[in-house]
T-cell receptor, first 116, second 107 residues
Framework: DAGVIQSPRHEVTEMGQEVTLRCKPI?????LFWYRQTMMRGLELLIY????????DSGMPEDRFSAKMPNASFSTLKIQPSEPRDSAVYFC??????????????FGPGTRLTVL | GQNIDQPTEMTATEGAIVQINCTYQ??????LFWYQQHAGEAPTFLSY????GLEEKGRFSSFLSRSKGYSYLLLKELQMKDSASYLC????????FGKGTRLHILP
């Protein structure tokens, strides 16, 4: 398996622009997670999906952030408009509760976002 | 509230043993995880504890005491490649990560 795939790997944009991050989970995994990691705040859960349905979005910072999962193999995290404080590494992860190591999350390589 | 505490940084010598502690206060508990994260890379799963006691996996072991809200990760026979951040995470109704412990290995 190719693992969790994220794109782009790096994104540099200007304040006010729309940013869309993409994720393809591991095939067959029924949970998908979006995280943000900064030095100050560590790894924060933004939102997670189960079978394409958003379960908990309490970690989404504000209305500028939105996430969708239109099918089992694709999810997006959108920031509109972006701000410099959104600069961070955004990770997508997936898991499969049906496996013996249920809850083990497999992380993608991350997208390093810089908002100027 | 939910809180996970672990030391910010630790230093150890190649070939030695190091113990990284994690304490947590959460409203519920459904398991504790340790992840390893090398600089510039994604976290990777190391261990999972849901019952009290020690889980051993090669050079790495993880211990859990639910009554004390305490876990540790034990790394033996340290190698230079073990230089990384180690993240403690607790599953309540969702998984919450600590800020990680940066482990420096000296030759």
């Amino acid at each position: 398996d190719a693992g969790v795939i994220q794109s782009p790997r790096h994104e540099v944009t200007e304040m006010g622009q729309e940013v869309t991050l993409r994720c393809k989970p591991i095939s067959g995994h029924d949970y998908l997670f979006w995280y943000r990691q900064t030095m100050m705040r560590g790894l924060e859960l933004l939102i997670y999906f189960n079978n394409n349905v958003p379960i908990d979005d309490s970690g989404m910072p504000e209305d500028r952030f939105s996430a969708k999962m239109p099918n089992a193999s694709f999810s997006t995290l959108k920031i509109q408009p972006s701000e410099p404080r959104d600069s961070a590494v955004y990770f997508c992860a997936s898991s499969d509760l049906r496996t013996p190591e249920a809850d083990t999350q497999y992380f993608g390589p991350g997208t390093r976002l810089t908002v100027l | 509230g939910q809180n996970i505490d672990q030391p910010t940084e630790m230093t150890a010598t190649e070939g030695a043993i190091v113990q990284i502690n994690c304490t947590y206060q959460t409203s519920g508990f459904n398991g504790l995880f340790w992840y390893q994260q090398h600089a510039g890379e994604a976290p990777t799963f190391l261990s999972y504890n849901v019952l009290d006691g020690l889980e051993e996996k090669g050079r790495f072991s993880s211990f859990l005491s639910r009554s004390k809200g305490y876990s540790y990760l034990l790394l033996k026979e340290l190698q230079m490649k073990d230089s990384a951040s180690y993240l403690c995470a607790v599953r309540d109704d969702k998984i919450i990560f600590g800020k990680g412990t940066r482990l420096h290995i000296l030759p």
